[in-house]
């Protein structure tokens, strides 16, 4: 009997074991905007990741790996010439998302960093292709996160796909606000189920 999961074992979609594979239970967001998730290519592994669940379900976004030599970033999606691109994530110097409402939404490009708090903060200083890159953020509200695979490093946090559905929010409407957090919860039930021990009262938070 194998005592560690290998990528054979998994879904190659939603990465989870194929026995709890989860694809067919996500629903399609509909949505003009489009988005470039820079991950840490050690996030990428992770069932739980929920950067890997806006690739699955929104149609406009790609994936681009850190660390990852075999994977480099492709510049050319992450930054596309023909679209107005913006960084989300709240800098100081960040705009508020509101501030855009008035734009054509096809032509607005979001790049989102995934991983830890400390991982996510590096990556606009880090690369230098995006240093020309203006900063957005949300709002500023009380947000609960209903992500509880991980604790949020601080009031208010959400993980990568909540901030991206609060976007789709902010500038699309709330129509697909029922379908994002189906599928968020459709992910962390079952990234929680099948944690060799995971807390009862957290599923029935999402039930």
Known sequence: MKSKLTSEDRCPTCFSMKISC?????????????????????????SSNTGRLAQNTLPNCNIQLR???????????????????????PSEDAIDITELKNQKMSDLHFIV?????????????REKLLKGIPYVKLPERNYISN??????????FLCTYESMGKVIDELE???????????????????LKNRRHFSRKILELNS
């Open 22 to 46: 989860f694809c067919q239970d996500l629903k399609p967001i509909k949505s003009e905007l489009s988005w470039s998730i820079i991950m840490h290519k050690r996030e990428f592994y992770l």
């Open 67 to 89: 660390g990852d030599l075999d994977r480099p970033i492709c510049w050319e999606q992450v930054i596309p010439k023909n679209k107005t691109c913006y960084f989300l994530f």
């Open 113 to 125: 960093p995934d991983g830890s708090w400390n991982q996510a903060k590096k990556v606009h200083k």
């Open 147 to 156: 992500y509880h695979c991980r604790k949020q490093p601080r009031p208010n």
């Open 173 to 191: 409407g709330t129509s697909q606000q029922e379908r994002l957090n189906h599928n968020l919860m459709i992910l962390t039930t079952t990234s």
